[in-house]
Structure formats: structure tokens, C-alpha cells
């Protein structure tokens, strides 16, 4: 919960600031501010007509065990659902997601969604993952700061937060043990509901169905203007 609320005051002190400030800061994707983004609402019984559902044409070949839709069951945090497609190879052994991407995502329809999401897309949030070794991959986030923040990327990185993707013998079943000031706070399971080809999975039905509410928050490029400003 440390890195929700962290965000959440974040993104407060930001909407506080910005109105004093130009939206000029960052850049981080195809060259346009992430506070271009905003949020959706989406019946969570359709979301494989919504996510971009990660398959070899959008997913490296490195990464191809995440083909599909993810579903973070039993995440203390107000996000949902997550997709690998449009994961950039740093072709250095790295991905890059950017999580307030369009339609890769999905969050919580609830104040604690929205809250997280905020603060996700003010700080461009992305996570950079890492195959560690055959079973794991680990996962480095990363934010942005506004120009008058110092306008850097930091990696926020082990000392406060750590995240692992390990294997298990299903290979629609992997665990995400999470980390917070290098305190274990627990492990949720990482379940795959769609396959690369669409197809829903078993898990649909007997872990994201009965889980999740009647619909979905997913991020969305925004018809935001800095006229005015
Ligand atoms: C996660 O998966 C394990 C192994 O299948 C299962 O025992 C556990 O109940 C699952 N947790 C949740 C929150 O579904
Ligand atoms: C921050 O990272 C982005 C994406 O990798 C890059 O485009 C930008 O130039 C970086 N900015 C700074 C100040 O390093
Ligand atoms: C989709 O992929 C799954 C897993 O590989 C497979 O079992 C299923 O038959 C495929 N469905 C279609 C329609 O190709």
C-alpha cells in the first residue's frame, strides 16, 4: 500500500503545483506529454475487445511466455489488468512498459483506480523488466519528474519498491512477490485470462470473473489541451 499512497500524495502536490506551471515536462511517449491520458470505462466481461491482447506482433520474442491478457488477482492495489503488447526492447536484455499507456492497462472503477492512475500518468511511470533467470523476471520501476522536480528519470528502483514475475509449473500461473523499503509485503498471483490468440482462458472464468465488478477503468489517449495555459 506504501507505493499507492506515495503516489497518491504525489499526484496531489502535482495538481496542486501544475495550474502554476507549463505542461511542458515530459515526453515519454511518441513524443507527447502522459498527461495526455485520461480514463475509460469498459464492461469488465469485454475487456479482450478493449486491451490490446500482447501477441508476437507486439510482444519481443523474449518476452513471448506473456503472450495474452494478465490478471492481477488478489493485488492489494487498485489496478487490475495488464497486457505486454507495446513492450519496447532497449535491446540491452530490457523491456520498457509504459503503464499509463492506452488500452494496456486496467484499473479499479473506484476513487482508489482513478487516485493511482493520476499519479501513475503525472509521474510517466514505467517499468522496466528484466529476465533474471529461467524461472523469474524482475521488474524496476521508473518515473519522471517535471522540470521544476529537477525534469529527471529516476529509478525508484530496489530501496523502495521491488517486484518479481516467477514461474510456476502452470504456465498461465505465475507469482508477483512485491517489495517496499525492502520489506516483503506479499505475493498475489499473475493469471493469465486470454490467450495471445483471443481465446479466454479457464482462469477467466474461475478467477477474474468472480473477482472483478461489472466494469473497468483503462487508460486512453485524452482530448487534453494546454490552450489557455
Ligand atoms: C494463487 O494460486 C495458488 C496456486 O494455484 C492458489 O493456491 C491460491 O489460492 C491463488 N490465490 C488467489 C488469490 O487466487
Ligand atoms: C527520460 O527517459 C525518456 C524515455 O527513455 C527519454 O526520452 C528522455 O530523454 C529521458 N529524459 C532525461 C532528462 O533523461
Ligand atoms: C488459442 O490458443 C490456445 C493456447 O495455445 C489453444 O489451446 C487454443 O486452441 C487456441 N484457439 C484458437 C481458436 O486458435
Not at 42 to 66: C, Q, Y
Not at 163 to 184: A, C, E, G, M, Q
Not at 186 to 203: A, D
Request: glycine share 6%.
Amino acid at each position: 500500500m506504501q507505493l499507492h499512497s506515495t503516489l497518491l500524495l504525489a499526484s496531489t502536490i502535482l495538481a496542486a503545483v501544475q495550474p502554476l506551471t507549463k505542461r511542458d515536462y515530459c515526453f515519454l511517449y511518441n513524443n507527447q506529454d502522459c498527461r495526455d491520458f485520461t480514463l475509460y470505462e469498459v464492461r469488465s466481461d469485454e475487456i479482450e475487445k478493449h486491451m490490446i491482447i500482447g501477441d508476437s506482433t507486439n510482444i519481443p520474442a523474449g518476452l513471448s511466455e506473456f503472450h495474452g491478457i494478465w490478471y492481477m488477482n488478489g493485488n492489494p492495489l487498485a489496478d487490475e489488468c495488464l497486457s505486454f503488447a507495446n513492450i519496447k526492447d532497449n535491446h540491452d536484455g530490457t523491456y520498457t512498459s509504459r503503464v499509463y499507456d492506452q488500452n494496456i492497462w486496467s484499473w479499479d472503477p473506484s476513487f482508489d483506480g482513478k487516485a493511482l492512475y493520476d499519479g501513475v500518468r503525472d509521474f510517466a511511470l514505467t517499468y522496466i523488466i528484466k529476465q533474471t533467470n529461467a524461472n523469474s523476471y524482475h521488474v524496476t520501476p521508473t518515473i519522471f519528474t517535471p522540470n521544476y522536480l529537477f525534469g529527471q528519470n529516476i529509478t525508484v528502483g530496489d530501496m523502495l519498491a521491488e517486484f518479481d514475475i516467477v514461474k510456476t509449473n502452470d504456465p498461465d500461473l505465475w507469482l508477483r512477490p512485491s517489495s517496499f523499503f525492502k520489506h516483503y509485503v506479499g505475493t498475489y498471483n499473475f493469471t493469465r485470462i486470454v490467450y495471445g490468440n483471443g481465446t479466454r482462458t479457464k482462469r477467466y472464468y474461475s478467477d477474474y470473473l468472480p473477482n472483478i465488478g461489472n466494469s473497468i477503468f483503462l487508460g486512453i489517449k485524452g482530448a487534453f489541451t494546454t490552450a489557455g495555459l
